[in-house]
């Protein structure tokens, strides 16, 4: 019943808050044979870490297209990305055949240092690519790879947002944290990052980032839900900081790679009650304008 108990919860907030819909920005849509491997990676997250990590939506990519529009998603993402090198391209033609089927999918890209980078993520930009996805820790790499340096520039000219996994959580890799993307935003300080996860555990150094860098926006992914919270609660001393920066949170929720129902990924943003205002702003306008949903 989670997927009903999600669109009867959901149909009421849009109901209240005058919403369209929601704008979703951290959703993975992947070829099949990769998304097998990720639920096999999270279904072994339990004796990993000693906490099971269940995925609440595992299903084939058309009922799992079905059940978020059942939630009134009205635009989301389809977030690849490469573990190893001659990977990215691949994925980039999956993404651009995925979006070109389906409208309400934002046509995603992604990238890995590697010395085709810059030629693969300009075909990806001028075939019309209006989000990136860049994963430090799955990568493995330093994202101040000189490697890259075109294809920042690439994506900073062109103004089109990263979503970008670098904090440390739920485990640190060699090169997360707020360091290293902050030596790429000094050489690059109009990148439009999305911080993922809010930056998840580095909250608060993530948000300094967004303070200096007024291009830096964070997604909401996980952030405050039960699961999250029991290890990695984000600091109640940082709530101001959240009104201050309602308009560079985009809510994302992991979908459909999520431990709990849908609909907690905003309960939790409800129950820090910063009104709604905020919710209208974080769960549709944000995204709304800058990806230029009608």
């Not at 790879?145 to 979503?163: H, K, N």
């Not at 985009?250 to 939790?268: K, M, Q, T, V």
Request: glycine share 8%; with cysteine; hydrophobic share 45%.
């Amino acid at each position: 019943m989670t997927g009903t108990d999600d669109a009867t919860y959901l149909s009421a907030l849009r109901a209240r808050l005058g919403l369209p819909g929601i704008i979703d920005v951290h959703t993975h849509f992947m070829p099949d044979q990769v998304m097998r491997k990720v639920w096999a990676y999270f279904d072994t997250v339990g004796p990993l870490t000693g906490r099971a990590w269940p995925i609440t939506y595992r299903a084939d990519a058309e009922v799992r297209l079905k059940t978020l529009r059942s939630f009134g998603v009205r635009a989301f993402t389809a977030l690849v990305y490469p573990h190893k090198p001659e990977m990215a391209a691949w994925l980039n033609g999956w993404t651009a055949d995925f979006a070109a089927t389906t409208p309400d999918c934002l046509h995603t890209a992604t990238f890995f240092p590697e010395p085709q980078a810059a030629s693969y993520v300009r075909e990806a930009v001028e075939g019309g690519a209006r989000v990136f996805k860049a994963h430090v820790q799955v990568g493995g790499y330093h994202p101040g790879d000189p490697l890259l340096d075109p294809v920042w520039g690439l994506l900073e000219e062109a103004r089109i947002p990263i979503v970008i996994h670098c904090g440390s959580g739920p485990a640190p890799g060699a090169h997360t944290g707020p360091e290293p993307i902050a030596g790429v935003l000094r050489r690059f300080p109009r990148l439009r990052l999305i911080v993922a996860h809010m930056g998840m555990p580095e909250y608060s150094e993530f948000l300094d980032l967004a303070e200096e860098y007024p291009e830096v926006r964070l997604d909401t992914t996980m952030v405050w839900t039960d699961f999250a919270e029991v290890d990695v609660p984000f600091p109640v001393h940082e709530h101001a900081r959240l009104r201050a920066f309602a308009d560079r949170i985009l809510f994302g929720s992991d979908f459909p790679n999520i431990p709990h129902p849908y609909r907690h990924s905003i309960e939790a943003l409800e129950r820090l009650d910063l009104g709604d205002d905020w919710l209208c702003r974080v769960c549709y306008r944000n995204a709304a304008a800058l990806f230029g949903v009608e």
